[in-house]
């Protein structure tokens, strides 16, 4: 049995209406013809509105724009993302892929929230770079490496979900085998508000702490490997929600 968590109710973590109303907003725009097939200015939008109407949960132009410089320096030929909300980083890194011929491929549980995203995605002209999946993020990885054999290596993953489910997904991709030592980069968000104190815990252990921590934890159904050697670094920053931080792995 896997004793992974259940995902918080959807008031908790802001999805109230006000993900559809930026819909609704971004269409009702004067100026909606100069959005269609921009991305920049799609981004622009959706922080004008989390600024002036409904703060929303996006990873913001902060962190976005040190994110996007990592994948112009790295130009994997696919990102996968665990968590898209609205779409706000499917828009954004979608087009920072695009710019090397990359693809990006979004994970998101709530069917609305990949709904607005999908129209989101296709206002700013990457419906032939940006994919959402529907269905939580461990069902989805299991089927993508599993039974359609498209996900064999991980190049580059945003994690951006729910806080307790970083660490039991990043032990899934352990088990799955798709993270490559010399090429794989893991980038997590919110690390420091709310946080993701056992998540960090791992990824900043050697791999006789990781044993060690493993003879403590309740796995559940998972096969950790900790034999794995990440690197990792957290950078601050400082955001509409105070300071946070992203955690960025290597795995060497």
């Known amino acids: 049995m896997s ?3 259940h995902a918080p109710p959807a008031h908790v973590i802001g999805q109230d209406g006000r993900e ?4 609704h907003w971004m269409y009702a725009r004067s100026d909606i013809k100069q959005l269609r097939g921009n991305p920049q200015k799609v981004i622009a939008a959706i922080d004008e509105y989390h600024t002036k109407h409904n ?7 902060v962190k976005g724009a040190a994110i996007s410089d990592l994948i112009a320096q790295r130009k994997p030929s696919i990102m996968f993302e665990l968590g898209g909300y609205v779409g706000y980083s499917a828009v954004l890194f979608g087009n920072s892929l695009k710019a090397h011929g990359g693809r990006f491929v979004s994970i998101e549980k709530n069917p609305e929230m990949a709904a607005v995203a999908n129209q989101l995605v296709d206002l700013a002209g990457l419906r032939e770079n940006v994919r959402i999946l529907v269905g939580s993020s461990n069902e989805v990885l299991e089927e993508l490496v599993r039974e359609k054999k498209e996900l064999k290596e991980v190049e580059m993953m945003f994690i951006d979900h729910w806080q307790r489910l970083y660490l039991p997904d990043l032990w899934l991709l352990e088990e799955l085998g798709v993270l490559v030592p010399g090429k794989t980069m893991l980038i997590a968000d919110n690390v420091i508000m709310p946080g993701a104190p056992d998540y960090l815990q791992w990824v900043k252990a050697s791999p006789e702490e990781k044993k060690k921590l493993l003879s403590k934890l309740n796995v559940g159904s998972h096969h950790p490997n900790p034999d794995l050697v990440f690197e990792t670094v957290v950078p601050e920053y400082d955001t509409d929600f105070g300071k946070d931080g992203l955690a960025i792995t290597k795995v060497l």
């Open 3 to 5: 004793n992974r968590p």
């Open 20 to 23: 559809t109303d930026l819909l």
């Open 55 to 61: 703060q929303l949960m996006n990873i913001g132009a």
